[in-house]
């Protein structure tokens, strides 16, 4: 069949493409140009036993009307030929031809417009047609036909994609049993009358008529003022009646700094206040160039189960028992682990520093606790002498607290030299845990 004429009238519809802004991904009157290839899968043609090639290739054109989505009606001609006669024929081959009318239906048309448009993209829709007519295979015939296929958005008016159709042909020269064909290939559409959307007087992507549902403003695209356009904020279920969804204290078009209603590295959530759920709020992690809101892992730095924001005491030793603060539990005992003297003094070295700090913070939190500070040593050196030296280092401890702002009569220092070991002074490492400061309650004595 030659196929010149048809690719001429697909031609020909293109000088009849209207303006406009509409952004639908199928238009309200488009014309469709199917070229595929096939053969007969039953009834006479198939059934004929010879060395003929049953192949052959068939061309439709169609023009739809759409009623309201998805349903259009349709008309379609069509014609070709396959390489297989029929017994009755004394024809080289068998030839093809169709007029019919019917339903074509629209599927997942997603109105985004276009590749290349504002905001449009390159899926299109999927779609399926029937139709009942007359049809010229094995002499006139009444058929019925029905095709599937999917379509991409070139560039408007033109939309690309495959087809298959198979037809049912009745009645003909020899009836004995329906003709059955079966065709694929590629499809093109026109779309000769855009679908007008609906107005959209701001073009923030929400029709007026969805602006009067949710309550925002038609004539202002940011209703809220918050950064973020209505539709966007639509879109991705943040209010664009509020400029701070989440209510965290950054408002929508902060945390969502690019507008594209995509979390992205650098950006938290609009619709959570903690977007990371690791107990930080977004307004505390973004102020600390440290955090990052989108890993809950960094959001308990000591993992003390205390999130940074509310920890007073950052660094504790992992494991330890912490307050609701994050400093260490006070109960009725607590070694000061860390904290060191220079060897055989009760000069405390630097690097206590961060241990006493973060007891500091525990201790102003319960100032009517009344302490002792007990000092040990290991058993090396003579009773006498580790007593002395307990001692002091006990009230190096407490000069130190008083310097730093808490009531020297709160406490009381003693020291209990090489007594009561924790562990074996056989090793450097059970002497070095022997050698420690202690705090306990002297509540109710």
Known sequence: MKLRPLVLAAAAALTLVTGGAARADSGRFQLHLDVGAGAPIAGTARARQDAESAAGGVAWLSADWQL???????????GGGFGRRFPTSDRTGTSYGTFAAGVRLRFLDDDAGYRGEEGGNLPSN?????????????????????????EISVRRPLQLGL?????????????????????GGVSLSLELLETEGEADTDGDGLSDAREAELGTDPTNDDTDG????????????????????????????????????????????????????????????????????????DDDTDRDGVPNHLDACAGTEEGAEVDGAGCPAL?????????????????????????????LETLRRVPDVRLEIAGYTDDRGGARANRRLSQRRARAV????????LDGARFEARGYGEADPVDTN????????????????????
């Open 163 to 183: 087809f298959v159709r198979t037809a049912f042909l009745f009645g003909g020269d020899d009836s004995r049993a329906p003709d059955l064909l079966l065709v």
């Open 126 to 150: 999927l779609w399926v047609s029937a139709h009942a007519g007359f049809h010229r295979f094995d002499g006139a015939q009444f058929g019925i036909d029905a095709a599937a296929g999917y």
């Open 226 to 297: 918050d950064g973020l356009p209505d539709g966007v904020e639509a879109d991705t279920d943040t209010s664009p009646l509020e400029r701070d969804t989440d209510g965290d204290g950054l408002n929508d078009g902060r945390e969502d700094a690019n507008r594209n209603g995509v979390l992205d590295p650098g950006e938290t959530d609009p619709r959570r206040s903690d977007t990371d759920g690791g107990g930080m709020p977004d307004p505390d992690e973004v102020r600390d160039p440290s955090q990052d809101p989108r890993y809950a892992e």
């Open 331 to 359: 109960g009725d005992r607590l070694t000061l682990e860390g904290v060191q003297f220079r060897s055989g003094s009760a000069e405390i070295l630097p690097e206590s520093e961060a241990v006493l700090q973060r007891t």
């Open 426 to 445: 056989d090793t450097p490492e059970g002497r070095a845990r022997n050698r420690r400061i202690e705090l306990r309650r002297l509540d109710g004595e």
């Open 68 to 78: 309201a989505p998805p349903i259009a009606i349709e008309l379609i001609a069509g």
């Open 398 to 405: 407490l000069r130190w607290f008083v310097e730093h702002g």
